[in-house]
């Protein structure tokens, strides 16, 4: 999996989200340490909402502002996106009211919205040959898996050390470095073409190949799934470490760390999956090992709320939680590239960065403010909703051209 970066373009690339996620992931940590520490054990229902407020900027700006940079350099996109979130990483820390934290999470995912799409086209472009291409997609969800360990436990170490305000510097500098490794990887020239769309007709071309493809509109099910499964770990996590089990500031980094670790083991071992059985039977299969994950996790809230107790359980939902989404999250990509073409694959990527993150539009409330009425009764909403997903998953499994074996009988490329 690794050869892929003797490519010094990918390599500086990889190097960059690495740094990158590392911030973001100390940035996870510290706001969910602000937001109980402004809003006590409402802090489920601030997170619920921040995350709610990220969605908004992911699904109602991405779209745009993809249409807006189409034909920009890439680099320039990029790093300018990553200079707005240095601006707001270096400001968290001054956050005194909830109000605040709800406007600069909305700018921060503005800017990762514009920076996440972008990135992901690169990738195609800079390693063309498919095998290639599917290790980078492994070896990028490995970088996420080991940042949801890493960072979680780097976090718990500096928190033995410093407040955790100072986290957000971490991020800051993840940024900063970030920033330079893009300036200096030489990025492929964008290939000439004589596309004179304006911006209003290249708005919703990435929706229209998604409705085309029946391959796409089998991913946009799995969406929902993950979203439900994510929503759980992510909103509710410091809620049952500090408020249900009374545990301290290094418990909720490990508790974030075990669902990492369940995506990263799964991650190393894509490739070959995927060779041997499909990209769209993995990612069945990933899709209802969630809702077993989720049927477990909702056993555990009941017990949790009802003695106190279980955040070793909790720590084993969290891993088969996140082996499930990697599952499904790891492979998917390859669907975006087989649906698009070099001149539509921006759009098409952020029409999918937009949908699937339209589904943790639902899911986040769900969690947070359900959460904050009771924890078994959001893990009971999130486990029905994943149900539902998993189903219609199925169903378009059958309908969406796809072999026995699980792979793409046929993709259209879709139109520009």
């Known amino acids: 999996m690794i050869d892929v970066l003797r490519n010094g373009?990918?390599?500086?690339?990889?190097?960059?989200?690495?740094?990158?996620?590392?911030?973001?992931?100390?940035?996870?940590?510290?706001?969910?340490?602000?937001?109980?520490?402004?809003?006590?054990?409402?802090?489920?229902?601030?997170?619920?909402?921040?995350?709610?407020?990220?969605?908004?900027?992911?699904?109602?700006?991405?779209?745009?502002?993809?249409?807006?940079?189409d034909r920009l350099p890439k680099k320039a996109v990029l790093v300018t996106a990553d200079a707005v979130r240095l601006?707001?990483?270096?400001?968290?820390?001054?956050?005194?009211?909830?109000?605040?934290?709800?406007?600069?999470?909305?700018?921060?995912?503005?800017?990762?919205?514009?920076?996440?799409?972008?990135?992901?086209?690169?990738?195609?472009?800079?390693?063309?040959?498919?095998?290639?291409?599917?290790?980078?997609?492994?070896?990028?969800?490995?970088?996420?898996d080991l940042d949801a360990i890493l960072s979680p436990l780097l976090a718990a170490v500096l928190l033995t050390l410093?407040?955790?305000?100072?986290?957000?510097?971490?991020?800051?500098?993840?940024?900063?470095?970030?920033?330079?490794?893009?300036?200096?990887?030489?990025?492929?020239?964008?290939?000439?073409?004589?596309?004179?769309s304006t911006f209003w007709q290249r708005l919703p071309t990435g929706l229209r190949v998604f409705a085309q493809t029946?391959?796409?509109?089998?991913?946009?099910?799995?969406?929902?799934?993950?979203?439900?499964?994510?929503?759980?770990?992510?909103?509710?996590?410091?809620?049952?470490?500090?408020?249900?089990?009374?545990?301290?500031?290094?418990?909720?980094?490990?508790?974030?760390?075990?669902?990492?670790?369940?995506?990263?083991?799964?991650?190393?071992?894509?490739?070959?999956?995927?060779?041997?059985?499909?990209?769209?039977?993995?990612?069945?299969?990933?899709?209802?090992?969630?809702?077993v994950a989720l049927t477990f996790a909702m056993a555990v809230a009941i017990y949790a709320v009802a003695t106190g107790e279980g955040w070793g359980a909790l720590l084993l939902a969290w891993f088969v939680l996140g082996s499930g989404t990697s599952l499904v999250n790891t492979p998917s990509s390859r669907l975006l590239a087989e649906a698009s073409t070099p001149q539509n694959r921006n759009l098409v990527y952020t029409a999918q960065f937009a949908l699937s993150h339209g589904c943790f539009l639902v899911t986040y409330p769900i969690a947070g403010w359900l959460g904050a009425a009771g924890l078994p009764l959001a893990a009971a909403a999130l486990l029905t909703l994943g149900t539902v997903g998993a189903i219609f998953s199925t169903r378009r499994y059958r309908g969406a051209g796809i072999s026995a074996q699980g792979r793409l009988v046929s993709t259209p490329a879709g139109s520009k």
């Open 162 to 196: 410093i407040n955790y305000n100072n986290l957000f510097l971490g991020t800051a500098v993840g940024f900063v470095i970030s920033s330079a490794l893009v300036l200096v990887a030489r990025l492929p020239r964008r290939v000439a073409e004589e596309d004179t």
């Open 9 to 69: 373009t990918y390599r500086a690339l990889f190097l960059a989200q690495v740094i990158a996620l590392i911030g973001t992931g100390l940035l996870t940590v510290a706001l969910g340490l602000l937001a109980f520490d402004i809003a006590g054990d409402d802090a489920g229902s601030v997170l619920g909402t921040a995350l709610t407020i990220k969605m908004v900027a992911y699904v109602g700006v991405a779209p745009l502002v993809a249409a807006l940079v």
């Open 214 to 291: 029946p391959s796409l509109r089998f991913l946009m099910t799995t969406n929902v799934v993950v979203a439900a499964s994510t929503a759980t770990v992510l909103v509710n996590s410091v809620v049952y470490t500090k408020g249900v089990f009374g545990l301290d500031d290094n418990a909720l980094a490990l508790t974030l760390g075990a669902y990492g670790l369940g995506s990263l083991l799964v991650a190393l071992n894509i490739p070959r999956l995927v060779e041997r059985v499909g990209v769209a039977r993995t990612m069945l299969t990933g899709v209802w090992l969630l809702v």
């Open 87 to 144: 601006a707001v990483a270096l400001v968290l820390p001054f956050v005194g009211d909830i109000w605040q934290i709800y406007v600069l999470v909305f700018v921060l995912q503005s800017a990762s919205a514009t920076f996440t799409p972008a990135f992901q086209t690169l990738i195609p472009s800079v390693l063309p040959d498919r095998d290639d291409y599917t290790k980078a997609l492994a070896l990028s969800r490995l970088a996420y």
